[in-house]
């Protein structure tokens, strides 16, 4: 192993104090969100068994992680449509947990103006739309294939308040969950009906 790899106590105290002496000397990314940044950088601190230490941004990327938007640890902007993939790619793996934009900002590193913003002009529906059309299509499954009550598909899809959950997924598909489930159970009834 390497030494210039290790997190060791004096790179661990750079980050959490976001030290720019130490930019140039090491740079961070981060696992759970697969970012990358100077020392310095503003950004809130990861948790220190996330953290993971590189030489300089060529060999981070080399690892596939990305520049963080906040700090630009490669010292050119990120494209925009990379930071989109990004939030997407975050979203649809944290979707059944809670997320509010200030949230998403946070995890992604950028402002929650500018987030919503760049978003919705690269994929035509606001962050929020988005994480409400995973919910709802993962709900939309979880009624055609389990057997899980409307509370817990609801708790399932990241949504704790059942009513706001009815109302939300009426509001997208036309249907209440009972009535959407009833329907695709029994798919004959609702040919006859046509
Ligand atoms: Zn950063």
Not at 5 to 33: C, H, M, P, R
Not at 85 to 99: C, G, K, M, N
Request: net charge positive.
């Amino acid at each position: 192993m390497n030494d210039k790899d290790q997190l060791t106590e004096e790179k661990w105290q750079a980050i959490i104090n976001n030290d720019a002496a130490y930019d140039g000397k090491f740079i961070y990314a981060v696992k759970s969100t697969h970012i990358f940044c100077k020392p310095s950088c503003k950004s809130r601190a990861p948790k220190k068994e996330h953290v993971r230490i590189f030489y300089n941004a060529g060999e981070a990327q080399a690892a596939n992680y990305r520049p963080c938007k906040r700090c630009k640890p490669t010292g050119e902007r990120q494209p925009d449509y990379e930071w989109v993939a990004q939030i997407t790619q975050y979203i649809d793996s944290h979707y059944s947990s809670a997320l509010s934009l200030e949230k998403l900002a946070l995890e992604c590193h950028g402002s929650p103006y500018h987030l919503q913003r760049t978003f919705k002009r690269i994929q035509g529906v606001t962050p929020v739309e988005y994480v409400q059309q995973r919910r709802i299509g993962k709900a939309k499954e979880l009624l055609r294939e389990t057997e899980e009550a409307v509370t817990d598909i609801a708790l399932h899809v990241g949504i704790p308040n059942t009513s706001y959950f009815i109302t939300l997924f009426k509001k997208k598909t036309g249907q209440t969950p009972a009535h959407y489930r009833q329907n695709r159970a029994r798919p004959f009834e609702s040919q006859e009906e046509a």
